[in-house]
C-alpha cells in the first residue's frame, strides 16, 4: 500500500474545475446585450432550428430588419461557435448542428424580407475525383459560411471538368480543394491547369490529409493551409487584393 492521502488530490482537481469556464459560459460572455438579437443568437449557439425562427419572427415584430439580423444575429452567433470551435472548446458535430440551424434562419430572413442578403464573396468547395473523404470539406464550407461567404459546395468525388465549369459559372474568389489520398491529390494540378488555360488566375486553396505544403507549392495558383480554421482568413485577404505570393507569405509555414 502507498501512503498518500487521497483527499489532497481529490481536493486540488476540483478547485482546478470549478475554476474553468465551460464553453456555455464562455460564449455567454460573447453574446450581444441586446434581449432580441441575444435571444437568436443563443439559439444558433444551441443549434435549436425552431427556437431561431421563434426568436427571429419575435424580432422582426419589434421592428428589426430581417437582413441586418443574418449579420447581427445569425452570423454572430455562428461566429461565436466558430471560435469556440477554433480553441477547442466546442467539437465539429456542434458546429454542424448550429450552421444548420443558422442557415434556416437566413433562409427565413430572405424569405420574408423579399431582399437578397450580401455575401462578401463566392467560394466554390470540392472533395477532388476519387476521394469520398469530405468532412474536412464540410467544416471549411460552415466556417466559410458563418464568416459571410456564399460556398458552391459541389460534394465529393468531383472531376476536374466539374469545377471548371462552377467556376466560370459562379466566379468564385478562391477555390477550396480537399483530398486525403495520396493517390487523388494529383488532380489538383489538373485543375491549376485548366484554370491557366481558361486565363483564371484566383487561388486554389488546398488541404486535407495527403497534401502537403511541399507538394502545392508545385503549381502556380495554390495556396496550403493545414488547418480548415484558417479558410475564411484567407478568403478575407483575397477581397484585400492579396497576391498568390503574399498569400503563401501570410499562410505557409517557413
Ligand atoms: C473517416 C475516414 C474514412 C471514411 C470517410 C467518411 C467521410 N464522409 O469523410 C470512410 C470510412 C468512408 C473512408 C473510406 C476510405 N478510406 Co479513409 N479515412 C478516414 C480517416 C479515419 C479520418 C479522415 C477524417 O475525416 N479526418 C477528420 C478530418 C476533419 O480531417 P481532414 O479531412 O484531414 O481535415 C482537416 C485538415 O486536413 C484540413 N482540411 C481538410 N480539407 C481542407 C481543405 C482546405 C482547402 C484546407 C485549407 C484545409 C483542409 O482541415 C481539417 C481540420 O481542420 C482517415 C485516417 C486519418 N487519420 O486521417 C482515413 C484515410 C484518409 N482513409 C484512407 C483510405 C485508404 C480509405 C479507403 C481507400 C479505404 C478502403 N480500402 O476502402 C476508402 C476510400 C474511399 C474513397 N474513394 O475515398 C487512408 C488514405 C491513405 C492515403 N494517404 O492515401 C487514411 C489516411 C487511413 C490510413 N491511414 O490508411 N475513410
Same mark, same amino acid.
Given at each position: 500500500?502507498?501512503?498518500?492521502?487521497? !483527499?489532497?488530490?481529490?481536493?486540488?482537481?476540483?478547485?482546478?474545475? /470549478?475554476? /474553468?469556464?465551460?464553453?456555455?459560459?464562455?460564449?455567454? $460572455?460573447? #453574446?450581444?446585450?441586446?434581449?432580441?438579437?441575444?435571444?437568436?443568437?443563443?439559439?444558433?449557439?444551441?443549434?435549436? /432550428?425552431?427556437?431561431?425562427?421563434?426568436?427571429?419572427?419575435?424580432?422582426?415584430? /419589434?421592428?428589426?430588419?430581417?437582413? %441586418?439580423?443574418?449579420?447581427?444575429?445569425?452570423?454572430?452567433?455562428?461566429?461565436?461557435?466558430?471560435? *469556440?470551435?477554433?480553441?477547442?472548446?466546442?467539437?465539429?458535430?456542434?458546429?454542424? =448542428?448550429? %450552421?444548420?440551424?443558422?442557415?434556416?434562419?437566413?433562409?427565413?430572413?430572405?424569405?420574408?424580407?423579399?431582399? !437578397?442578403?450580401?455575401?462578401?464573396? !463566392?467560394?466554390?468547395?470540392?472533395?477532388?475525383?476519387?476521394?469520398?473523404?469530405?468532412?474536412?470539406?464540410?467544416? *471549411?464550407?460552415?466556417?466559410?459560411?458563418?464568416?459571410?461567404?456564399? +460556398?458552391?459546395?459541389?460534394?465529393?468525388?468531383?472531376?476536374?471538368?466539374?469545377?471548371?465549369?462552377?467556376?466560370?459559372?459562379?466566379?468564385?474568389?478562391?477555390?477550396?480543394?480537399?483530398? *486525403?489520398?495520396?493517390?487523388?491529390?494529383?488532380? #489538383?494540378? $489538373? +485543375?491549376?491547369?485548366?484554370?491557366?488555360?481558361?486565363?483564371?488566375?484566383?487561388?486554389?486553396?488546398?488541404?486535407?490529409?495527403?497534401?502537403?505544403?511541399? #507538394?502545392?507549392?508545385?503549381?502556380? &495558383?495554390?495556396?496550403?493551409? $493545414?488547418?480548415?480554421? &484558417?479558410?475564411?482568413?484567407?478568403?478575407?485577404?483575397?477581397?484585400?487584393?492579396?497576391? =498568390?505570393?503574399?498569400?503563401?507569405?501570410? #499562410?505557409?509555414?517557413?
Amino acid at each position: 500500500m502507498l501512503d498518500i492521502d487521497p !483527499t489532497g488530490i481529490l481536493v486540488r482537481y476540483n478547485v482546478k474545475l /470549478e475554476s /474553468e469556464l465551460t464553453p456555455d459560459e464562455i460564449a455567454r $460572455e460573447l #453574446f450581444p446585450r441586446d434581449i432580441l438579437l441575444r435571444n437568436i443568437v443563443e439559439a444558433v449557439f444551441e443549434g435549436d /432550428e425552431d427556437e431561431v425562427i421563434v426568436t427571429l419572427k419575435d424580432a422582426v415584430k /419589434e421592428g428589426k430588419d430581417p437582413i %441586418s439580423l443574418i449579420d447581427d444575429a445569425l452570423m454572430a452567433g455562428m461566429d461565436i461557435v466558430s471560435r *469556440l470551435y477554433e480553441d477547442g472548446h466546442l467539437f465539429l458535430p456542434d458546429v454542424m =448542428i448550429a %450552421s444548420h440551424a443558422m442557415t434556416d434562419g437566413i433562409e427565413y430572413c430572405k424569405q420574408i424580407s423579399g431582399k !437578397t442578403h450580401e455575401w462578401k464573396g !463566392t467560394v466554390v468547395s470540392y472533395v477532388v475525383e476519387g476521394d469520398i473523404h469530405d468532412i474536412g470539406k464540410k467544416i *471549411l464550407t460552415v466556417l466559410l459560411k458563418s464568416n459571410g461567404y456564399e +460556398v458552391i459546395d459541389l460534394g465529393s468525388d468531383v472531376p476536374t471538368d466539374e469545377v471548371i465549369s462552377a467556376v466560370l459559372k459562379y466566379n468564385p474568389i478562391m477555390i477550396t480543394g480537399t483530398s *486525403l489520398m495520396t493517390t487523388t491529390m494529383y488532380s #489538383f494540378m $489538373e +485543375v491549376n491547369n485548366r484554370l491557366l488555360e481558361n486565363d483564371i488566375r484566383i487561388p486554389l486553396v488546398c488541404g486535407g490529409g495527403a497534401v502537403t505544403q511541399d #507538394f502545392v507549392m508545385n503549381y502556380e &495558383l495554390g495556396i496550403y493551409c $493545414e488547418d480548415a480554421a &484558417l479558410v475564411p482568413k484567407i478568403a478575407d485577404s483575397i477581397l484585400m487584393n492579396k497576391s =498568390i505570393d503574399e498569400l503563401r507569405e501570410q #499562410f505557409h509555414v517557413h
